[in-house]
């Protein structure tokens, strides 16, 4: 199975400051269709969560673009430009690339 | 509005069976791929498995913990989702998730979960 590593685990930031998730996958992600399917979700306190970047940098549908996903291979990378409350929560890389899927352990992100 | 409705969730002795149903509307049903993700009582999320269209074979995966034990199927004709589940334990309790691929991604539209609860 395909272990995906996310750090930090916690992460307080500061409102109107940048903010940033690495997510390390054991394998290669790029699928035997060329695809990278890796995939970052939010779930805030209480909700289920929500796609916010799918194949590695495309931002889902209504996502802020305060939001930024990149990398490739096995090195990946969630970027918040400038922190708002709303986006205090949990984040999780997840790869689909191969089954079963993996997600990472969830980064926390909370205000300072 | 795409809608994902789960229900079926309930408390259950181990060695117990249930049966989840997942209620799609708002996009075409039979074109989603679907998955079931779970998450225990405050931990992170874990993959349960995914059942493919039909064009594209039907084919269902499961993860290793409910191999066997799980079985994931669709009705095209009622919209509906299900996860059947078997041989329950006490680590099979968590929110149960149905997940629609839309398009984007496998992970596009989430319901709000159903609990289901193992203990004696």
């Given amino acids: 199975d395909i272990v995906m590593t996310?750090?930090?685990?916690?992460?307080?930031?500061?409102?109107?400051?940048p903010a940033s998730i690495s997510c390390r996958s054991s394998q290669s992600l790029v699928s035997s269709d060329g695809n990278t399917y890796l995939n970052w979700l939010h779930q805030r306190p209480g909700q289920p969560p929500r796609l916010l970047i799918y194949k590695i940098s495309n931002r889902f549908s209504g996502v802020p673009d305060r939001f930024s996903g990149s990398g490739a291979g096995t090195d990946f990378t969630l970027q918040i430009s400038r922190v708002e409350a709303e986006d205090v929560g949990v984040y999780y890389c997840v790869q689909a690339t191969q089954s079963p899927q993996t997600f990472g352990q969830g980064t926390k992100v909370e205000i300072k | 509005e795409v809608q994902l409705?789960?229900?079926?969730?309930?408390?259950?002795?181990?060695?117990?069976?249930?049966?989840?149903?997942?209620?799609?509307?708002?996009?075409?049903?039979?074109?989603?791929?679907?998955?079931?993700?779970?998450?225990?009582?405050?931990?992170?999320?874990?993959?349960?498995?995914?059942?493919?269209?039909?064009?594209?074979?039907?084919?269902?995966?499961?993860?290793?913990?409910?191999?066997?034990?799980?079985?994931?199927?669709?009705?095209?004709?009622?919209?509906?989702?299900?996860?059947?589940?078997?041989?329950?334990?006490?680590?099979?309790?968590?929110?149960?998730?149905?997940?629609?691929?839309?398009?984007?991604?496998?992970?596009?539209?989430?319901?709000?979960?159903?609990?289901?609860?193992?203990?004696?």
């Fill in chain 1, 6 to 17: 996310q750090t930090p685990l916690s992460s307080p930031v500061t409102l109107g400051q």
């Fill in chain 2, 5 to 120: 409705v789960e229900s079926g969730g309930d408390l259950v002795k181990p060695g117990g069976s249930l049966r989840l149903s997942c209620a799609a509307s708002g996009f075409t049903f039979s074109n989603a791929w679907m998955t079931w993700v779970r998450q225990a009582p405050g931990k992170g999320l874990e993959w349960v498995g995914r059942i493919k269209i039909k064009i594209h074979g039907g084919t269902i995966d499961y993860a290793a913990p409910v191999k066997g034990r799980f079985t994931i199927s669709r009705d095209d004709s009622k919209n509906t989702l299900y996860l059947q589940m078997n041989s329950l334990k006490t680590e099979d309790t968590a929110v149960y998730y149905c997940v629609a691929g839309l398009g984007a991604s496998e992970y596009d539209s989430w319901g709000q979960g159903t609990l289901v609860t193992v203990s004696s």
